[in-house]
């Protein structure tokens, strides 16, 4: 999945057996902020792809998170998601999820990723989430896409909420 962090390697704490270090990457040397709306306005577009690309991503993973936290790089417009301690596996039976409960953190994810962009920015977004749905759609095997049904639909009906098709 691209912009999260990756977890390299994790060591017990010497002098507390109860806690744990972890070294993660990539190291964020740039200036970030947190909010599209605080970026210039030429990066704007390009951090906006790149939330719709993570969101879809994780979908694709079948990892969802709650309170995402963006870094967004002020020379780039790259947006690193950090902090996913919140993350869940969510679990599958076939295409339909084995947890009908599993549908509120995926509701939850897809809101929390969406309301990150700014209103003036849905068109950009409605064509970042239909190129990211599409190269998904042409990476799986004779065109099929990796999202299960089930979070196709929950993906489609969070999108249709901030923007049209």
Sequence with gaps: VSGVETCLAKQR???DARRVMIVLEPVVSAESVAAVSELEA????????CIIRTMVQMLAAEVVTSDVQPLMNIQTG????????EAKVIGFQGTHL??????????SF???MLALIPEEL??????ALKDELKAMEG????GVSFLSSDLYSILRTQASVYFSD
């Design 110 to 112: 897809c809101n929390e």
């Design 139 to 142: 990476a799986g095997t004779g």
């Design 13 to 15: 704490y010497p002098t």
């Design 42 to 49: 030429p990066l704007r577009p390009h951090a906006v792809r």
């Design 78 to 85: 790259d947006v690193l998601f950090i902090d996913l301690t």
């Design 98 to 107: 084995k947890k009908p409960d599993d549908e509120g953190l995926i509701v």
């Design 122 to 127: 849905y068109p950009v977004a409605a064509d």
